[in-house]
């Protein structure tokens, strides 16, 4: 039986991937493309906005109703995650929650969300990303206490909105877990001699970049760098498919890429 799903932030860079991948995949439905109601391309056709011809998918800015939705997929902005959140809790739809740069506030209520609902909330899709989150983690372990500085550096395209990038954030908590410390921010003026406990995030925006990050553990006398870089978005949209299928019919509850991806 074929999952019937619904993207939320289909107009957009990652949306158009997702409404174009999902045709051409056997084991999906694309049952409802959303985007936000200001959007000039509501009504319009979403094959068409994908650049794929018509799939007989409007545009919408809500979710129908009396349509079975297994799983929604959210691609769009925090407010447009905020926006579709409560009713996939009403409704008990999974929601695959892809989408970066919420507040604190708005993270907690989306794991509240889990508690009616089943929810997979996660930075980054890819597979190999979701390895090196547990390369990171061996890492971290594996220089603790041993004088090695970790630094991030990601890289994005220019119209990105939020910074630093949702995963180059789940790296430095992953580091800071095992080994404790406090994130800086980029650096600028006369700051002083670094010192141990920083875990430092910088943030490159430019061109056409979809997303490379760099993980430094350097010390006196050498550097290890961990590297992952994105050649285009069907990795992400992939992996958000994949999740989409793994969290139809699941119960209330919190899921992750690890879950997915068997890792
Ligand atoms: N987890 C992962 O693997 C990945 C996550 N991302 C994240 O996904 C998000 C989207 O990225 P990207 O596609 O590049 O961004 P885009 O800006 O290209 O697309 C976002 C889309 O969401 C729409 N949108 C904005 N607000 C709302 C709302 N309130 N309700 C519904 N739709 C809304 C936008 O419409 P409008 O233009 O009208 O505002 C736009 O069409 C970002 O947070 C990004 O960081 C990206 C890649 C991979
Ligand atoms: O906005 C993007 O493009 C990406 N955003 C995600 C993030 O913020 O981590 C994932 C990927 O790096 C692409």
New binding site residues.
Partial sequence: MKTHIAI??A?????QRLVALAKDDPQLHLVAA???A??PLQGKDAGEVAGIGPIGVPIRYDLPIGVRIDALID???P??TM?VLPVCVDRQIPIVV????HTEEQKAEIGAAAHNTAVLY?????LVVNLLFKLVRLTAEALKGKGFDPEIVERHHR??K?SPS?TATRFAEIIRDVQGGEFVHGREGIIGARTDTEIGIHAVRGGDNVGEHTIIFTTIGETLELVHKGHN?DS?AR?ALLAAKYMANRPAGRYTMSDVLGL
Avoid at 98 to 101: D, L, R, V
Wanted: hydrophobic share 30%.
């Fill in positions: 939320n932030g107009c957009g860079r990652m949306g959303v985007n936000s200001t959007n691609f769009s902005a407010a447009g926006a892809a989408t970066t740069g996660a930075p980054n899709m890819s119209f990105k939020d949702g978005r992400y992996g």
